[in-house]
């Protein structure tokens, strides 16, 4: 019995390929697919749910307030009905047959069965350009550094894994990006893992999703990782979008402690010109599996100002009791309001749990 986890965002085209293809590969095999999608626009949950009608092994789910990749693959992991589960990106890309061999390594005892690229090993002949094989190879070198395990594609998005080890770890796995085999490799110790090769094409139909977020998506989860926190790498991530205001504190306190004395004003205005910046950027950045998308941007980014204006008193509190304006007070004063407008930022405007 075998739960094959499909997580789309705009992949209308693909589903009945892929239905047709995993229903022929497990035809002796009982098995259900789970699509998990991050509320497309193309139409690819309504087709899910329709095929769902009169297939009962068809299943979706729709995710409507956040995105991500791993985060959509655990939650059909965690829904799914059967103890061993296949996760398989949607876009094709992964040739498909070798699942049911990946299948009966899962059967004879391993607990990670991984479907290794034979691009990443071998230079063959594939329709994936040069630049996007050195990419792959070079995060593949760097990700094997890091791994507690001897492992040829640690990067790969098609595997299949006992469920228990997913429940019985999901405190350690962050769930942050694209990457969910990397951040379980990294969380779980002990697994019998075993190999098998499958081809990685370049997709026929559809979107490539890959672009800058993905390698924010890494560092964040490392930075979670190796802090051993599911929080500190957003905090970083949030803190470095606020280098802005920084910069702009400082080039004001500069400016104004030469004509006069009162750091009120610099620190005033240096907030003030910060907070729309910082607003879109950890909207794009920090928090961009919640990004906050059209009318509603104004809308938080009110509550987004009395926030940041609440913090903009903590500083001025923390700077006079600390006895004024100086570098170790500033970054004092600046730390503690910042800790303060992360937090209330990620409950309040873009509710993060």
Known sequence: ??????????????????????????????????????????????LCQNIGLSNPRIRSILRTSRRGLSSAILEGMLSSRYQTVCVVDADLQYDLKPIKDAFLESENGSDLVVLSRDMIDKHVASSLPNHRKKMTRLSTYFMKKIIPYSLSDPSSGFFVIKKDLIVNNINSITGIGWKLLLDILLSVKGMKIAEVTTSFNMRSIGKSKINISVFIDLFEMLLNKFLRSNTLGSFILYALSGLV?????????????????????????????????????????????????????SKHLFKYFLICSIGFFINISILENLGGVSVPNLLVSTFIAGVWNFFLSRWLVWKVN
């Open 1 to 46: 019995m075998l739960s094959i986890i499909i997580p789309t965002l705009n992949e209308v085209d693909n589903i009945l390929e892929n239905i047709s293809q995993l229903e022929s590969i497990l035809s002796d095999i009982d098995h259900e697919i789970i699509f998990v999608d991050d509320n497309s626009s193309d139409g690819t949950y309504e």
């Open 245 to 297: 205001g920084i910069v702009i504190l400082l080039l004001l306190q500069i400016f104004f402690l030469q004509h006069q004395s009162n750091y009120m004003p610099p620190l005033f205005f240096a907030s003030l010109l910060s907070i729309f910046p910082n607003y879109f950027i950890n909207n794009i950045v920090t928090f961009r599996a919640t990004r906050i998308r059209g009318p509603f941007l």
